[in-house]
């Protein structure tokens, strides 16, 4: 069964410093779609950046980037030069061509950035 | 343009009661998801739509949950009887077509807070 995992409940980092949010997923399709979302305290949910299974280079969107390596089915997301507003809750999430009317997402990570 | 609107944003009522939520998605986007979100948690799949149908009504947590959605737009998501567990943020997405083209992000509403006493 497809699934998403985001061990890193909490994270903190230093104001302009770069983190790396950790996230691994099972699946056997070899066509899925992978994505990550930002959800700040107001709730909103944010498109940051996508990957696709298929894509030969790394996905990157201004200072997120895309860490993907598909043999170890992870999908971890870099954000370089860390900003007070970058602290939210960081998603996970894939969506697969088999089954495509659901797209499942990981627990989610807390990112804080301290000043 | 306009995102994907939801109402109401918040909504209290008695247990017992039906509640019907209401996601009003970007105009063009043919798939449309619900979601729900518990305090602190992520987000749970509750059903899909491409078009009026949704082919998998699976992911609704019990029988008091049911969703439409009419004319290839607006849907709704009504819960019967309600039980305080049912106490959440519900979600709505939607899409352009994400069975065709996997890379179509999802665009949310800002959700419904929904509160059972």
């Known amino acids: 069964a497809q699934k998403i995992t985001q061990t890193q409940p909490g994270m903190f980092v230093q104001e302009k410093e770069a983190v790396t949010l950790d996230c691994t997923y099972d699946t056997s399709d070899p066509s899925y779609g992978l994505f990550w979302y930002k959800q700040p305290s107001s709730g909103e949910m944010i498109f940051l950046i996508y990957q696709g299974s298929y894509d030969q280079q790394n996905a990157t969107e201004g200072r997120y980037s895309l860490n993907f390596q598909k043999a170890r089915k992870s999908a971890n997301l870099v954000i370089s030069a860390s900003q007070l507003g970058d602290s939210a809750m960081y998603f996970c999430a894939m969506c697969w061509k088999t089954s495509y009317d659901k797209v499942i997402f990981g627990p989610g990570t807390s990112l804080s950035v301290i000043p | 343009g306009a995102g994907v609107s939801q109402s109401p944003s918040n909504k209290v009522t008695e247990k017992g009661k039906d509640v019907e939520l209401r996601c009003d998605p970007i105009s063009g986007h043919t798939a449309l998801y619900w979601y729900r979100q518990s305090l602190g948690q992520g987000l749970e799949f509750l059903i899909y739509f491409q078009g009026n149908s949704a082919p998998d009504k699976s992911g609704l947590p019990s029988d008091r949950f049911s969703a439409e959605r009419t004319g290839g737009s607006v849907s709704t998501l009504t819960i019967q009887r309600t039980q305080q567990e049912d106490s959440a943020v519900y979600l709505c997405?939607?899409?352009?077509?994400?069975?065709?083209?996997?890379?179509?992000?999802?665009?949310f509403g800002d959700g419904t807070r929904l509160s059972i006493l």
């Open positions: 997405a939607s899409s352009l077509d994400l069975g065709r083209q996997l890379n179509q992000p999802q665009h």
